[in-house]
């Protein structure tokens, strides 16, 4: 593969900690989810993050799908929603819903677009075959 870029990221503390990223752009306190056994808190958590950088670079492989197909795409919204719980082998495991919205199309070119979008984003290839991802329309 041809690396085109590369972020780094450091944690300290668990999900209760903090994360940095090597250019200060990002600086957050995290916080465990009381449903997780935390006390809540002000902070972030990693699913949130998660769910945050799909729903962006999801978003992004479904404009970069339309304007190779010379679509132009506006309005569209990616909402992600990351789920964690516990699996059968007693860890822990994630499922992802992305709710999409692409106003002003047919229904059946923004399903194909959708799932055209699902085969070249990288956080969906990343996850294939590990996590459960439901694709909605909205």
Known sequence: MNILYEAHATATGGRSG??????????LQLSLPRSLGGSGGEGINPEQLFAAGYAACFENALIHVARNQKITLEGTRVEAT???GLNDQGGFALEVKLAVTVPELPREQVQALVEQAHAVCPYSSAISGNVDVALELR
Do not use: E, P, Q, S
């Open 82 to 84: 990351v789920g964690i």
């Open 18 to 27: 903090h994360v940095t990223t090597a250019d200060g752009a990002l600086d």
